[in-house]
């Protein structure tokens, strides 16, 4: 398990799951830059990516992916404003809509609940093993994941589409409905549209750009920065800090 606290210079505490083969954000990142301003930025690695990277060879099935996360989010201990970008998001929604309380507040960046058709097949073409063998994008997996990143590949597919997946049931929709779950959007996400968020509109937030340009300063960054401005006064009302 490989958790990085970083220090900041406010009393909120922030954990923070990357997306699908990226590794846990530095604070050189414009979204932990940015957050330890208010406070302390918790950062990990997401199963089989960074340094817990697939050793054995073996695809990692979604249960145990599940197990990983939750292992590692148990040891964080609330309240806290969870931040999850793409895969992290996901695995996020299926962590928090198991919680008892709600002592927290979470934003689900370039993420749904449900997954159209649509949607489906642009996800299964993304995570084609094929658009990853280019020699310099496979020696940048090689170096950020290991050996069997092809692995890490299929295992993010089968999480996202596969026939056991870590998209939320009906009674877990109905529960993150009650929960303090945010959602951060862009208008032309290849992945998700607010269709596929059936929760109430002001819980969410649609910006500019795509699936990757959240943290762009270009594109979304600006917009991006006021929604999580937005959230902290939310959590900070809510806890009362």
């Not at 750009?209 to 762009?216: A, E, I, K, L, R």
Request: glycine share 8%.
């Amino acid at each position: 398990m490989t958790i990085q606290k970083l220090k900041g210079n406010g009393r909120i505490t922030f954990v923070v799951a990357h997306a699908s083969t990226e590794t846990r954000y530095t604070e050189k990142h414009t979204l932990v830059r940015f957050l330890l301003k208010f406070g302390d930025v918790c950062v990990f690695d997401l199963p089989g990516h960074g340094d817990e990277r697939i050793e054995d060879g073996e695809v990692i099935s979604t249960g145990d992916m599940l197990r990983r996360f939750t292992e590692t989010m148990d040891t964080f201990p609330r309240p806290y404003i969870f931040i999850g970008y793409s895969l992290g998001a996901l695995l996020g929604i299926k962590y928090l809509s198991t919680l008892e309380d709600t002592n927290y507040t979470a934003l689900m960046i370039g993420a749904g609940l449900r997954v159209s058709e649509e949607s489906a097949y642009r996800i299964r073409m993304f995570f084609d093993v094929r658009n990853f063998q280019a020699p310099s994008i496979a020696k940048s997996m090689e170096k950020k994941h290991g050996v069997h990143w092809e692995k890490l590949i299929v295992s993010i597919q089968n999480a996202i589409v596969g026939e056991e997946n870590i998209m939320p049931s009906e009674e877990e929709i109905t529960r993150i409905r009650q929960s303090p779950i945010y959602f951060l959007l862009a208008k032309k996400d290849q992945a998700y549209g607010t269709d596929q968020i059936p929760v109430e509109k002001d819980r969410i937030f649609v910006v500019d750009g795509n699936h990757f340009t959240y943290f762009h300063q270009k594109v979304a960054w600006d917009q991006t920065k006021d929604v999580l401005e937005q959230l902290i006064d939310i959590y900070s009302r809510n806890v009362g800090e």
